[in-house]
């Protein structure tokens, strides 16, 4: 019998669905949401109602029937640390979603509208590998002083699912392999994945790791503290330096990969700079961690937007094609990853969130 899984990702500006048949997509859609609409609404909760009514409004202008699904699957929002994996949505995850306890996301929607929607079919709910999955070794959580720890927040859906897709097309089970993904999109995160757990990641919301587009990464502790101290800027410009304005908006004044690369290709030598520098942060960041393995890797993926582009592709497998083959899987495939996961939640290995 043919197992339809109806998969949710809300977004900042966006709220995308999709319907995966047995694995294999049978539509998807993105439906856009302007400041305006976005503006009418304090709280990210507060848009639950909009956003159902959008996804319905979207089935039904397909002609879906939605009574024929066998599981609906949330994007995961920002919730407590957790490992990795398909969770079914539970009453505790609800209240911590509906309460941002742990922040305000629009992803914190996805299991939300999940849930009611499974509720009103009688079917089950799932979110699967959030932003706030949690790993680490205890090694990689230590940084030079007892105030700081790191809080891991990666691309984890994307990151997980194309280290399983990597596997399963050798043959091979996630558990059994180590992989470094380096995840190149909006912001970039490069994890270290030992038998099924990412051991180690850098942060990629809050400066660490590569810069991207928008995201500044690590920057001199110093020189920062002494920027803030400065009394020149308040602690949101400081924020969004680093996240928003930062990376490539900063150094060259886009936050489109294809803008920069473009650039190159006219001879700015400026932006060549800044594309190099690009690509040499990534390479080094996955040496890093091919070092934290003991050079003990499989395989290198590159992941995200930005792994459309040949020569960032080129460049990255010219400094790490020494360590593991590389292998791309360009784009998000963050529908796709929800489905899956929803096909493993009917499975049987869905946790539960307490």
């Known amino acids: 019998m043919s197992q339809r899984i109806l998969v949710i990702n809300p977004g900042s500006t966006s709220t995308k669905i999709g319907v995966f048949e047995d694995g294999v997509e049978s539509f998807t859609e993105s439906v856009a949401h302007s400041a305006e609409e976005i503006a009418r609404y304090s709280a990210i909760a507060d848009q639950f109602e909009f956003r159902e009514r959008t996804i319905r ?12 699904v066998a599981c609906v699957v949330g994007r995961g929002g920002l919730l407590k640390p957790i490992p990795g994996g398909v969770y079914a949505v539970s009453g505790a995850m609800k209240d911590d979603l509906r309460s941002a306890r742990y922040g305000e996301h629009a992803s914190n929607l996805g299991g939300l509208i999940a849930d009611a929607l499974a509720r009103e079919l009688g079917v089950p709910a799932f979110i699967a590998d959030p932003v706030v999955v949690d790993e680490l070794s205890d090694l990689a959580r230590i940084y030079g002083h007892k105030l700081f720890r790191k809080q891991c927040i990666f691309h984890a859906l994307n990151q997980k699912a194309v280290a399983r897709r990597w596997a399963a097309e050798r043959g091979k089970r996630y558990d059994e392999v180590n992989l470094i993904v380096a995840h190149m ?16 990641v850098n942060n990629a919301l809050n400066g660490e790791g590569p810069f991207s587009p928008e995201r500044a990464g690590t920057l001199p502790a110093g020189a920062l503290a002494k920027l803030c101290f400065s009394g020149e800027y308040t602690l949101q410009q400081v924020m969004k330096m680093i996240n928003g304005q930062g990376g490539m908006v ?25 594309y190099d520098a690009f690509v040499y942060n990534v390479g080094k960041a996955i040496g890093a961690l091919a070092a934290a393995a003991d050079g003990k890797v499989d395989g290198i993926v590159l992941t995200g937007g930005i792994a459309y582009g040949q020569a960032v592709r080129d460049g990255i497998t010219r400094m790490t094609g020494w ?32």
Request: aromatic residues 4%; charged residues 25%; negative net charge.
């Open 185 to 200: 999109g909006g912001g970039v995160s490069v994890g270290l994945h030992q038998r099924g757990r990412v051991v180690d």
């Open 250 to 274: 900063s150094l060259a004044a886009t936050n489109d990969m294809r803008v920069l690369e473009a650039k190159v290709g006219e001879g700015d030598a400026d932006a060549k700079l800044v």
């Open 323 to 354: 360590i593991a083959p590389v292998t791309a899987y360009p784009g998000e495939g963050e529908l796709e990853a929800l489905a899956a996961a929803g096909a493993r939640g009917l499975a049987g290995e869905a946790m539960e969130y307490r």
């Open 57 to 68: 409004a979207a089935l039904e202008k397909r002609g879906f029937d939605i009574k024929t």
